[in-house]
C-alpha cells in the first residue's frame, strides 16, 4: 500500500468499531437503492446517483463514478468525508459528490440523497420551471410545488450551494436543478429514493393534464391540511 493510500483508508480506521458496522450496512443499503432507480425509470446508463450519511460520523457512502448499474456491488460503494474527500474504495467517487457532501454539511437532518434525471422531472428543469402543486399526491409528499433550483455547473459544491438554498423554507424534499435533473433529499436515503419517485410521477402527471389546457394549483390551505394528514397520520 502506498502512502496515498494509507492517508485515504486511515480516518476509517480511526473511527470506532460501530462505524465500520454501519459503513459496511450502508454500502449493502445504498447498493440495493440503486436498484430502485432502474426499477422506476429514473436514470440511464450510469447517470445518477444515490448516497447516504454515516450516523455519527462525518463520512458518507456514495455511488463511484462511471460504473454501471449491473456491475455495482456493495463493496464498490465508495466512502467520503464530508467535504467529498475520499477515505476508502477502490473506485473514484461520483462526480456529484461536492453537491452530496455540502447537503450533509449545511443540513444535519439530511441522511440521504439522490440525483435523477429522471425524463419528466428533468424536462421541467429544462424549461426551468417549477411543478405546481395540482394534485393530491404532491401535497402529500411535498407539501406545494417542486421549486427550480439555479444552474451550477459539474465538479465543485455548487450545485449543493443550489439545493440547500432552493429548499430553505420549502417543504419539499426535491428541487429540479435548472437544465439539469433531480436532487432529493431526506432523513434516509430511502426516503431521497421515495421523494425521486414520486418527483418523476407527479412532473409526469402534471405534464399530462397540462396538454389538455392550464393546471389550477390546489388552494394553499387544502395543501396545509393535506400535508398534515400524510405527514402525521397516515399509515402504519
Known amino acids: 500500500m502506498n502512502s496515498t493510500d494509507q492517508t485515504r483508508t486511515d480516518p476509517l480506521q480511526r473511527q470506532p468499531a460501530h462505524h465500520r458496522d454501519e459503513v459496511d450496512r450502508l454500502r449493502l443499503t445504498v447498493c440495493e437503492l440503486h436498484g ?75 441522511g440521504g440523497v439522490v440525483h435523477t434525471h429522471s425524463p419528466y422531472a428533468t424536462g421541467w428543469a429544462a424549461r426551468g420551471e417549477a411543478v405546481p402543486c395540482a394534485i393530491t399526491a404532491m401535497a402529500d409528499e411535498f407539501g406545494g410545488d417542486i421549486p427550480v433550483g439555479p444552474f451550477a455547473l459539474i465538479g465543485d459544491d455548487s450545485i449543493g450551494k443550489g439545493i440547500v438554498a432552493t429548499l430553505e423554507g420549502h417543504r419539499s424534499p426535491a428541487v429540479l436543478m435548472r437544465g439539469h435533473g433531480v436532487f432529493t433529499i431526506g432523513a434516509t436515503a ?34 396545509d391540511a393535506l400535508y398534515h394528514r400524510y405527514q402525521n397520520a397516515y399509515g402504519q
Open 36 to 110: 430502485e432507480l432502474l426499477r422506476w425509470n429514473l436514470v440511464t446508463w450510469t447517470s445518477g446517483n444515490v448516497s447516504a450519511r454515516v450516523p455519527g460520523a462525518d463520512l458518507m457512502v456514495i455511488k463511484p463514478s462511471g460504473v454501471s448499474y449491473e456491475d455495482l456491488r456493495p463493496e464498490d460503494m465508495v466512502v467520503c468525508d464530508l467535504h467529498g474527500r475520499l477515505v476508502e474504495g477502490h473506485h473514484k467517487p461520483s462526480s456529484d459528490t461536492d453537491a452530496h457532501a455540502y447537503v450533509y454539511r449545511a443540513r444535519p437532518d439530511v
Open 190 to 223: 430511502k426516503a431521497a429514493v421515495k421523494a425521486a419517485v414520486m418527483c418523476e410521477d407527479v412532473a409526469r402527471t402534471v405534464h399530462i393534464a397540462r396538454q389538455g389546457g392550464p393546471v389550477e394549483r390546489l388552494p394553499q390551505e387544502e395543501v
